[in-house]
């Protein structure tokens, strides 16, 4: 009796164990479709809006023929710009939906941190049509070990870092990116002089399609979708991103961890920013 009422104790415990974990993958699968609900109304709420702005400017080009030229020419910038902005948010979106799908393919390999931040660098300046960055110096050891990673992806965290890094600080500061060893990692930093971020935010600046006040998203043409990107590439590789500032206009770091490998035999070879 004792061994069959011990049975029955040991199949009720599976039964719960698996209603158990019934309810847990239920509560999963909500949130999922919580998540993704919200993702559909927030894309199709930042698509919209510039899209409504192009729209507008059209129908006032189009409608409108004794339209001043200057006014011409504002209507057709505003467009282009909207343009551009709805391009890079369907860029990053992709990139992000297929970081978190896992649908990307990683190739680490043993990578010189130095010529990757001279790639992510050239990449900015490249970029810069009004010549208006701040000075952005790389204050790395030439002797520092390889790091171990996806060249192709540790270049697009530079990018992301040092470009949000020379957006929010004016052209007469300062950007500066080194890197300390600690154990088998290696920690970079993105520094600048900054408007910094507010304590209360340095989490929440990772969540996608955050961005401060919505006037200056404007001026400064990101997505919101930058840090998310970067947090799910430096998780990848088993590192952690974070954010730390001592307030308004006080600067920002932004650091992350990278596997470091000890020997410099291995195969060396630069990021690629072509994907
Ligand atoms: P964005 O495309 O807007 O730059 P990100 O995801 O890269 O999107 O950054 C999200 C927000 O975090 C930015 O809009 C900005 O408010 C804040 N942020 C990021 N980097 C910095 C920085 N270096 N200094 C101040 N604020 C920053």
């Known amino acids: 009796l004792v061994e069959a009422i011990a049975t029955q104790i040991g199949v009720a415990l599976i039964q719960a164990e698996a209603y158990a974990n019934l309810e847990d993958l239920n509560q999963q699968l909500e949130a999922l479709d919580r998540t993704r609900a919200n993702l559909v109304a927030i894309t199709g709420h930042e698509l919209r809006t510039p899209l409504s702005t192009i729209q507008v400017c059209l129908e006032s080009l189009a409608t409108e023929p004794d339209m001043s030229l200057e ?7 505003t467009a282009l710009a909207d343009t551009e902005r709805m391009r890079k948010l ?24 130095n010529e990757c931040i001279d790639l992510a660098i050239s990449s900015i300046h490249a970029r810069n049509l009004n010549n ?18 996806d060249g192709e992806w540790l270049v697009e965290v530079l990018v992301k870092l040092l470009d949000n890094a020379c957006k929010f600080t004016p052209p007469q500061g300062n950007v500066t990116i080194k890197a300390d060893s600690n154990g088998n990692l290696l920690k970079v930093t993105v520094t600048d002089t900054g408007r910094g971020i507010e304590p209360n ?27 998310a990107i970067c947090r799910q590439i430096v ?4 590192g952690e991103i974070w954010a730390e500032s001592e307030g308004k206009d006080q ?16 195969p060396r070879r630069s990021g690629n920013t072509n994907k």
């Open 71 to 77: 006014l011409r020419q504002v209507m057709l910038n």
């Open 90 to 113: 369907i860029q990053d979106f992709l990139t992000l939906s297929r970081l978190e799908s896992g649908r990307v393919e990683w190739h680490p390999e043993p990578l010189s941190l």
């Open 132 to 149: 208006d960055l701040p000075e952005i110096s790389s204050q790395i050891s030439p002797d520092l070990p390889l790091v171990r990673a």
């Open 201 to 227: 935010r340095l989490q929440v600046v990772f969540d996608r399609f955050y961005q401060e006040e919505g006037a200056l998203r404007r001026t400064t043409g990101g997505t919101g979708l930058g840090l």
């Open 235 to 238: 998780n990848n590789w088993g």
């Open 251 to 266: 600067g920002s770091a932004f650091h992350f961890t990278i596997p470091m490998i000890s020997s410099r035999s291995e």
